[in-house]
């Protein structure tokens, strides 16, 4: 008997990520630029409005506190809105905040629009990594992340320094005008490239359950503090990295700027590549490569500043800060995924927890780093880092063991 050959099944196209990602990222690199534009820009500032340094330094602390503090309250307070709209609210206002804060006439109106755009970044931010995961499917979501958290590794790129070269230009209001017609910009792209769909979104069950019950779910406060611990062990040593290179090589303000441009460009490339690798090897593996990467870099950094001459030192110091750059970056996209999947109907607001742990993070480092430097020197900055590492380190795989005795243990007769 005769009979036809079967047809090939039509191949399915490949998924590509959606354009809209583009505009999330925008967003991203808006308020990312503001963020750390900041930081170069306070003797500018202090000058200006009449007051010291160091009071002037609290206009950085104010915005991470609020962004800490606010960000998972925010996300409770508009867990039933939908994501679309929030999104263009939320970079909307941080337009409008920005032009007013252009126009401050003191430290009180500054410091208050630096709260405000707190609030409003601890808004957007989470938000915008929750529909970037949702966009895509479990396979691409790691780079769909890497695009989004993209827009702020290349604000350090690229946007502070650009923003620090405009403000030396045309003043710091000056800088501050175009960082709100970026955000301006992005709000319009998220209004007209995101799927409407999206004002939908949220989940159900997200809506009715307690705002911060998520942080009961199994794992999730062990990863939130490996989150704390990934970000106090990198700014232990980034807050001081240009006292760094100056006590331990001698690096002037241009060498400075250089290694600060180059951490930038590695950033960029580790948020990419660790968003790639998390799509292809999974979550955890990335990430505990990536902590175990940033052991040896802290590690290094002080070894080479206090046990070898200057002259080995210096590029030892100047490749294991760039390499800093690619791993601490890169480390980012593989703890976001490992949070979504730990709570999946409950990404915003578990993200929302993350970034403030990342804030938290980020004043711990300051802090921990400034009593080592107290204590046993500058060149000591990166054994504190390691040491943050470690832990957290130590975090994740007891969270992998865990897991692995729970997937091993034997069913009951009745499921049998």
């Given at each position: 008997?005769?009979?036809?050959?079967?047809?090939a099944?039509?191949?399915?196209?490949?998924?590509?990520?959606?354009?809209?990602l583009?505009w999330?990222a925008?967003?991203?690199?808006?308020?990312?630029t503001?963020?750390f534009?900041?930081?170069?820009?306070?003797?500018?500032?202090a000058?200006d409005?009449?007051?010291?340094?160091?009071?002037?330094g609290?206009?950085?602390?104010?915005?991470a506190?609020?962004y800490a503090?606010?960000s998972?309250l925010?996300?409770?307070?508009?867990?039933?809105?939908?994501r679309?709209?929030?999104?263009?609210?939320s970079?909307?206002?941080f337009?409008?905040?920005?032009l007013?804060?252009?126009?401050?006439?003191g430290?009180?109106?500054?410091a208050l629009?630096?709260i405000?755009?707190?609030?409003v970044?601890?808004?957007?931010?989470?938000?915008?990594?929750a529909?970037?995961?949702?966009m895509?499917?479990p396979?691409?979501?790691?780079?769909a992340?890497?695009?989004?958290?993209?827009?702020?590794?290349?604000?350090?790129?690229v946007?502070?320094?650009?923003g620090?070269?405009?403000?030396?230009?045309?003043?710091w209001?000056?800088?501050?005008l175009?960082?709100a017609a970026?955000a301006?910009?992005?709000?319009?792209?998220?209004?007209?490239?995101?799927p409407r769909?999206l004002a939908?979104?949220?989940p159900a069950?997200?809506?009715r359950?307690p705002?911060?019950?998520v942080?009961?779910?199994?794992?999730?406060?062990?990863?939130?503090?490996?989150?704390?611990?990934?970000t106090?062990?990198?700014f232990?040593?980034y807050?001081y990295?240009?006292?760094?290179?100056s006590?331990?090589?001698?690096?002037g303000?241009?060498?400075?700027?250089?290694?600060?441009?180059?951490?930038?460009?590695?950033?960029?490339?580790?948020?990419?590549t660790?968003?790639?690798?998390t799509d292809?090897?999974?979550?955890?593996?990335?990430?505990?490569?990536?902590?175990?990467v940033l052991v040896a870099?802290?590690?290094g950094?002080?070894f080479?500043?206090?046990m070898?001459?200057?002259?080995?030192?210096?590029?030892?110091?100047?490749?294991?800060?760039?390499?800093?750059?690619?791993?601490?970056w890169?480390?980012?996209?593989a703890q976001?995924?490992?949070?979504?999947?730990?709570a999946?109907?409950?990404?915003?607001m578990?993200l929302?927890?993350?970034?403030?742990a990342?804030?938290?993070?980020?004043?711990a480092?300051?802090a921990?780093?400034?009593?080592?430097?107290?204590?046993f020197?500058?060149?000591?900055v990166?054994?504190?880092?390691?040491?943050?590492?470690?832990?957290?380190?130590?975090?994740?795989l007891r969270?992998?063991?865990?897991?692995?005795?729970?997937?091993?243990l034997?069913?009951?007769?009745?499921a049998?």
């Amino acid at each position: 008997m005769h009979t036809e050959p079967l047809a090939a099944a039509p191949a399915q196209p490949a998924e590509r990520l959606p354009l809209g990602l583009a505009w999330l990222a925008l967003g991203a690199f808006a308020l990312g630029t503001e963020s750390f534009m900041v930081v170069g820009l306070l003797p500018m500032l202090a000058a200006d409005l009449q007051v010291s340094a160091t009071r002037a330094g609290q206009l950085v602390l104010l915005f991470a506190l609020s962004y800490a503090i606010g960000s998972p309250l925010m996300a409770a307070l508009f867990a039933r809105f939908g994501r679309r709209p929030l999104l263009v609210a939320s970079l909307a206002a941080f337009a409008g905040i920005t032009l007013a804060a252009s126009m401050a006439q003191g430290f009180a109106q500054l410091a208050l629009a630096r709260i405000a755009l707190g609030l409003v970044a601890g808004v957007f931010l989470p938000t915008a990594s929750a529909v970037a995961a949702s966009m895509v499917s479990p396979a691409l979501r790691g780079r769909a992340l890497a695009i989004v958290t993209g827009g702020g590794t290349v604000a350090v790129a690229v946007g502070v320094p650009l923003g620090a070269w405009i403000a030396g230009w045309g003043g710091w209001r000056t800088a501050y005008l175009l960082v709100a017609a970026v955000a301006a910009l992005a709000a319009w792209g998220v209004a007209v490239g995101l799927p409407r769909s999206l004002a939908s979104s949220a989940p159900a069950t997200a809506a009715r359950a307690p705002s911060f019950s998520v942080a009961r779910a199994p794992g999730v406060l062990p990863a939130l503090l490996t989150t704390v611990l990934w970000t106090t062990g990198g700014f232990s040593f980034y807050t001081y990295i240009a006292s760094f290179l100056s006590g331990t090589v001698g690096f002037g303000a241009q060498g400075v700027s250089a290694v600060f441009c180059a951490i930038g460009v590695a950033a960029a490339l580790g948020t990419a590549t660790g968003g790639w690798a998390t799509d292809r090897f999974g979550a955890d593996r990335v990430a505990q490569a990536f902590a175990l990467v940033l052991v040896a870099i802290f590690g290094g950094l002080s070894f080479s500043a206090q046990m070898l001459p200057r002259e080995l030192a210096l590029p030892l110091i100047v490749g294991l800060s760039a390499l800093w750059g690619f791993a601490g970056w890169g480390f980012g996209p593989a703890q976001a995924v490992r949070l979504i999947r730990l709570a999946p109907d409950r990404a915003p607001m578990t993200l929302s927890l993350n970034a403030s742990a990342i804030y938290l993070g980020i004043a711990a480092g300051s802090a921990l780093g400034g009593v080592v430097i107290d204590l046993f020197g500058v060149g000591a900055v990166g054994w504190a880092g390691a040491a943050s590492q470690i832990v957290g380190l130590g975090l994740m795989l007891r969270a992998a063991h865990r897991s692995r005795t729970a997937l091993s243990l034997p069913t009951s007769p009745l499921a049998a």
